[in-house]
């Protein structure tokens, strides 16, 4: 499997931005799609997965509200949509498949997208 995010950039707080996960090769359905964020200096923090088929999503306390993950079975992508951007949300935002299920922590996640950042200006 193998993982690919866009669609970073510079916003202002307030702003809304949309990341993609583009993923090619078979997925599971005993899989989930996660989002990490990781800030300079800082460990990579969850932000929020789903399961691959069946729609149940996870998300961190920080984000819950603002952001929202689904996926686009036509193009086999996951998306994450970030509205009401904070300074705090300022990271390289990964995306991950978990072969294993549901899990928060990033290690046992083991297929990852190359990053892509995110910068929110006060």
């Known amino acids: 499997v193998q993982l690919q995010a866009s669609g970073g950039g510079l916003v202002q707080a307030g702003d809304s931005v949309r990341l993609s996960c583009a993923t090619s090769g078979r997925i599971f359905s005993s899989s989930t799609i996660g989002w990490f964020r990781q800030a300079p200096g800082k460990e990579r923090e969850f932000v929020a997965s789903?399961?691959?088929?069946?729609?149940?999503?996870y998300y961190a306390d920080s984000v819950k509200g603002r952001f929202t993950i689904s996926k686009d079975s036509a193009e086999n992508t996951v998306l994450l949509q970030m509205n009401s951007l904070k300074p705090e949300d300022t990271a390289v935002y990964y995306c991950?498949?978990?072969?294993?299920?549901?899990?928060?922590?990033?290690?046992?996640?083991?297929?990852w997208g190359q990053g892509t950042q995110v910068t929110v200006s006060s």
């Open positions: 789903r399961w691959w088929n069946d729609g149940r999503t």
């Open positions: 991950a498949r978990n072969r294993g299920g549901y899990s928060r922590n990033w290690r046992d996640f083991d297929s």
